[in-house]
């Protein structure tokens, strides 16, 4: 299964797959992978935690950068970072980072 960014094929109809088979397409949500993964019998509660833990460990990569873009602030507080992770799921399901947005597209076209 290859998901990618709905952006870039937003013209694409056929991206949008068969009404009657619901894992046709590339243009999932989150809890259409998980449906995915429950009928293919692959343990979701397995494979989160290691998604999870990729992205801490890029997080505490950038963290001195993300810091440095914070100084000058009166309070750490009121700097934030929306990022936006892809990910990619091996043959092993073993997770590995694709890129980080930082200026995530938070709807779909």
């Avoid at 870039?8 to 991206?15: I, L």
């Avoid at 998980?34 to 998604?51: A, G, L, N, V």
């Avoid at 309070?75 to 694709?98: A, H, Q, R, T």
Wanted: proline share 3%.
């Amino acid at each position: 299964i290859h998901l990618t960014n709905s952006k870039v094929n937003k013209d694409n109809t056929d991206s949008y797959g068969d009404n009657d088979d619901l894992f046709s397409g590339f243009l999932w949500t989150l809890s259409m992978l998980q449906e995915y993964f429950k009928e293919e019998d692959i343990d979701w509660d397995s494979i989160w935690p290691k998604i999870e833990d990729v992205v801490r460990k890029t997080i505490i990569l950038g963290y001195d950068t993300m810091k440095k873009e914070c100084l000058g602030l009166k309070s750490s507080y009121n700097c934030y970072k929306l990022l936006g992770f892809d990910i990619m799921l091996d043959e092993n399901l073993k997770p590995w980072v694709l890129e980080v947005n930082t200026d995530p597209w938070l709807f779909a076209d």
